[in-house]
């Protein structure tokens, strides 16, 4: 089953995680997550940073500087309605 902690719910329903369990999944001061309810049970996910995505794992494509600037003018005209 993994690890398992209890906790208690506090005044305001503040929840507050186990340094284990916040340890284990990467949870930190400042880490956004998502509340869902399922099966009538609350899940906690790891919303993923963006930025940390893009510094930790590996870069799958490769563009210059030039490539992209031009991308985007041609996306900015295609939402603008722009003609070339």
């Known amino acids: 089953m993994g690890l398992v902690?209890?906790?208690r719910v506090g005044r305001k329903n503040?929840?507050?995680?186990?340094?284990s369990i916040?340890?284990?999944v990467?949870?930190?001061?400042?880490?956004?997550?998502k509340l869902r309810v399922k099966d009538n049970k609350v899940v906690?996910?790891?919303?993923?940073?963006?930025f940390e995505l893009a510094l930790r794992y590996p870069k799958f494509a490769k563009t210059s500087f030039e490539?992209?600037?031009?991308?985007?003018?041609?996306?900015?005209?295609?939402?603008l309605?722009?003609?070339?």
């Open 5 to 7: 902690a209890r906790t």
């Open 67 to 79: 490539e992209f600037e031009k991308e985007s003018e041609e996306m900015q005209g295609e939402l």
């Open 44 to 50: 906690i996910e790891v919303v993923p940073d963006p």
């Open 26 to 33: 990467g949870i930190k001061e400042g880490t956004v997550v």
């Open 14 to 19: 503040m929840l507050y995680i186990p340094k």
């Open 81 to 84: 309605g722009e003609q070339d």
């Open 22 to 24: 916040a340890e284990a």
